[in-house]
């Protein structure tokens, strides 16, 4: 028999009498063995030599149970590939390691997009099927002892680079199973903030001094704005002799300092047992003597515990959420912490207004920049609703030569009531910046 390697994506025999459907029974069992056989922690380290080894062996052991006469020459080739395979993440291996590429979308098995440079663009990179789709989520997912299937359909996690992922299934997603990465980005400066744009040189010194005095800060935005990238940035300026506990779900935040405590929410494992909520560890917090608490992002109920360390001495503390503008970030908190049920809504306002100190709030520009578009204090409580005072605000004005945006921020003209404050405390305060 002539052996010779063919590329299996396009659905050719891997070698003479091995067919695309042999191939893939073959993948499929091999894969099944390496979860059986390999201890869990190497299956979430796939680029390590070590875990590579251990792949390999189990992957030899089903094919030569498979094909005991199958030549020497084509088994050694037949179980690199599948290791290699098996190893990795199949199709998405060479965009995994893009740098440029910051989130990876698979709509189907055989259509997937990337997100580069702020934009979305098609891809000719494909699964073999439905099957092998699943079959990468699966060794993707094993490490974190979940499972993706009819009855839990949906799974989100971290990978062991720090990478997040949401894989969906039917019968959520009917038309097939889809998966999105969002690549681990690497820790920005508020150097790189400023040169990239994102944010002044003068708003910087004032966050600066926000941070310094501690005032309590939420960064909104929506989705993919960079809203952890900032958050992580401004992080920089907590006086280093405070201790900090931050809380995610999955760990994002990377932060520069002395004293940092990480914590992560956990979901249920595969028996429904285990789950460790975003509250939970809210709780645990403030009895576990922290000065500064970080929540990564704040969804629901635990709002209600984030205001009460606001409210109880963790002065300086952060969280993120999603809203469309500085108001509106105000009165999604103020819905979460009544979802609660902890106290009447006509105390909702009032207990959040006097919790929360400054708002930023980033946007996704058209031209995939991210920008800090509003920077806003929270003043009180009127009428049911919290008040805020819009300081500084991101005008468009134009687009250069290669279609990126030209604008200012500029100054709305309305008093830092907070300064007072700091003056106070004998910080000084070196004003918004802004036209």
């Not at 989100?156 to 894989?167: E, K």
């Not at 929410?265 to 009895?287: Q, T």
């Amino acid at each position: 028999m002539v052996t010779r390697l063919i590329d299996i994506a396009k659905g050719k025999e891997v070698f003479d009498g091995l067919s695309q459907e042999e191939w893939e029974s073959l993948r499929k069992k091999s894969q099944e063995e390496v979860i059986k056989n390999v201890p869990r922690q190497f299956l979430g380290r796939y680029r390590d030599t070590e875990a590579k080894n251990r792949v390999r062996y189990q992957v030899r052991n089903v094919v030569t149970r498979q094909y005991p006469n199958m030549p020497e020459q084509a088994k050694l080739a037949v179980v690199e590939k599948l290791t290699n395979e098996i190893s990795g993440f199949g199709p998405l291996e060479k965009i995994l390691d893009n740098p440029e590429i910051t989130e990876i979308i698979v709509e189907r098995y055989d259509k997937i997009v990337i997100e580069q440079d702020g934009f979305l663009k098609e891809t000719d990179i494909q699964f073999d099927s439905e099957d092998h789709l699943r079959l990468v989520i699966e060794r993707i997912i094993s490490p974190m002892g979940r499972r993706l299937d009819y009855a839990s359909p949906i799974v989100d996690g971290r990978l062991p680079d720090g990478s997040r992922i949401c894989a969906v299934a039917p019968p959520v997603s009917p038309n097939g199973t889809q998966l999105v990465v969002r690549k681990f980005k690497p820790n920005f400066s508020m150097k790189n903030l400023i040169s990239f744009g994102a944010i002044s040189e003068e708003i910087a010194e004032a966050l600066k001094v926000c941070v310094r005095a501690r005032f309590s800060i939420i960064v909104s935005g929506g989705t993919g704005s960079g809203k952890s990238s900032f958050l992580n940035a401004i992080s920089e300026y907590i006086d280093p002799s405070l201790s900090i506990i931050t809380i995610e779900n999955p760990i994002e935040l990377q932060l520069k300092h002395p004293r940092v405590r990480q914590w992560e929410a956990r979901p249920p494992n595969i028996e429904g047992r285990g789950e460790i909520d975003m509250m939970s560890l809210l709780i645990a917090a403030l009895r576990s003597r922290p000065d500064i608490i970080i929540v990564g992002e704040v969804r629901g109920k635990e709002a209600f515990v984030l205001m009460q360390a606001l409210n109880t001495g963790h002065n300086g503390s952060m969280t993120t959420l999603h809203a469309n503008n500085t108001q509106e970030a105000m009165q999604r908190l103020v819905s979460m912490v009544a979802a609660s049920n902890q106290l009447a809504p006509e105390q909702v306002p009032d207990y959040v207004s006097t919790g929360i100190d400054i708002i930023v709030h980033l946007s996704r520009m058209p031209d995939g920049s991210r920008k800090v578009v509003e920077i806003a204090e929270v003043v009180g409580e009127k009428d049911g609703k919290v008040i805020t005072n819009k300081l500084i605000e991101y005008r468009i004005e134009g687009y250069d030569e290669n279609g990126k945006i030209v604008g200012n921020w500029y100054s709305t003209g309305n008093k830092f009531l907070r300064e007072e404050r700091l003056k106070a405390m004998n910080i000084a305060f070196p004003g918004w910046g802004g036209y």
